[in-house]
DNA sequence: AGTGCAGGCCAC
DNA sequence: AAACGTGGCCTGCACT
């Protein structure tokens, strides 16, 4: 196929052979065709009434007139809850359309929903786990995290960040949680992955201890088979010797696990002491989405709802863990789940 | 008609 | 060889 994309990227085919038609190369193929964009944009229509507005209603129970989610709580290898029957965990809030599908989870007459979401936990995680002492102080501070990386790695001072920078040091935030590729960040950040490499490079020597956390968080799956979350609790890295593509992955899988399992862990505890928490609280816990806490709280009720759970999910970690980053939690509320975030 | 896979895409 | 972690659900298709 003589079709060549900007930057010289060629269409790519999947394991079948088939060529690929994923958003992110027909992204690229907009640029020299309006066809791509139409097959987008039906798309996500396309997605957002199949999964969503058709699917949901199908699962309005026939008592409540609610739609009831079940939740595996060994469902995932790291320890995250997941939710199905339907999925409530992954309800669109990103794009404008996608959000109109949140503002169809509405409280009943005279009551809120309240949305309380731990922020940016798993950096704070990581900033423990790995003895970061700059973004300890950053949280300790209330800096921006991401303005705060991106400073510290392009040397430009905080007062004159550009939301492109600090972009740029977000995706390199995220990457550096998931097991960070030279690959990886250039396709995200759609950049030469030159480019990318030198962005982790100059990550990993302004923030020496990521690397060695990194490096010895393999060097102990290897050993044992296992790695921990703070609280002590095993996943288990079975994959963690093999050769050739498993390597990469069970890698990158091992490096996220203590620290996705112990932000787990965390909204786990909180979870627990929630109902002895609120009890006698007009205000009942609807919904766990892996760092937020949903409620339906009668109106008059909500900031003293706010105020109890906030602090059951701040101090989850206490007593078994003492981190030297607080924990964060951000409020909202309204009559739609949208709203409430 | 049921099962399973692949590709795709939604969330954190 | 593949290429950023954890999931679930949808459609289309091959297969039994």
Redesign the pocket.
């Known amino acids: 196929m003589g079709l060549t994309l900007p930057d010289g990227k060629m269409p790519k085919k999947?394991?079948?052979?088939?060529w690929?038609?994923?958003?992110?190369i027909?992204e690229d193929m907009a640029t020299i065709h309006d066809l791509p964009r139409r097959i987008?944009d039906w798309?996500?229509v396309s997605?957002?009434k199949?999964?969503y507005t058709?699917?949901l209603q199908d699962h309005i129970n026939a008592e409540t007139g609610r739609v009831h989610t079940s939740y595996?709580i060994a469902?995932?290898?790291?320890g995250?809850l997941?939710?199905?029957?339907?999925?409530l965990?992954?309800?669109?809030?990103?794009?404008e359309e996608?959000r109109r599908i949140r503002e169809a989870f509405v409280a009943e007459e005279g009551k809120l929903l309240v949305a309380l979401d731990y922020s940016q936990i798993e950096l704070r995680i990581l900033a423990h786990v790995a003895g970061i002492e700059e973004l300890k102080q950053a949280f300790r501070d209330g800096v921006d995290i991401h303005a705060l990386t991106a400073s510290e790695m392009f040397n430009v001072p905080l007062d004159e960040m550009t939301p492109e920078i600090r972009r740029q040091a977000k995706?390199i935030n995220?990457?550096v949680i998931?097991?960070?590729?030279g690959?990886?960040?250039a396709?995200?950040?759609r950049i030469p992955r030159s480019d990318a490499q030198g962005f982790i490079d100059r990550y990993f020597e302004r923030f020496p201890g990521i690397r060695a956390y990194m490096d010895d968080t393999i060097a102990f799956a290897k050993e044992h088979g296992f790695v921990q979350t703070l609280f002590g609790r095993k996943i288990n890295t079975p994959e963690i010797n093999a050769k050739?593509?498993q390597?990469?992955?069970a890698k990158?899988?091992a490096i996220?696990?203590p620290i996705?399992g112990t932000a787990a862990d965390v909204i786990r505890r909180a979870m627990i002491r929630m109902p002895a928490a609120i009890e006698g609280q007009p205000a009942k816990m609807l919904l766990q989405?892996?760092?937020?806490l949903l409620f339906e709280v009668e109106e008059g009720a909500v900031d003293r709802l706010i105020d109890t759970a906030r602090g059951v999910m701040e101090n989850a970690a206490d007593p078994a863990v003492k981190l030297d980053v607080q924990l964060s939690v951000d409020a909202g509320q309204g009559q739609s789940w949208a709203q409430a975030h």
């Open positions: 999947g394991k079948t052979g088939a690929s038609t994923g958003a992110d027909l987008l798309r996500q997605k957002l199949s999964t058709d699917a595996s469902g995932a290898n790291t995250r997941a939710s199905t029957d339907p999925n965990q992954n309800i669109p809030i990103r794009s996608g995706a995220f990457g998931y097991g960070i590729s690959f990886g960040l396709r995200n950040l050739g593509p390597a990469g992955f990158r899988a996220n696990a996705q989405v892996h760092d937020e």
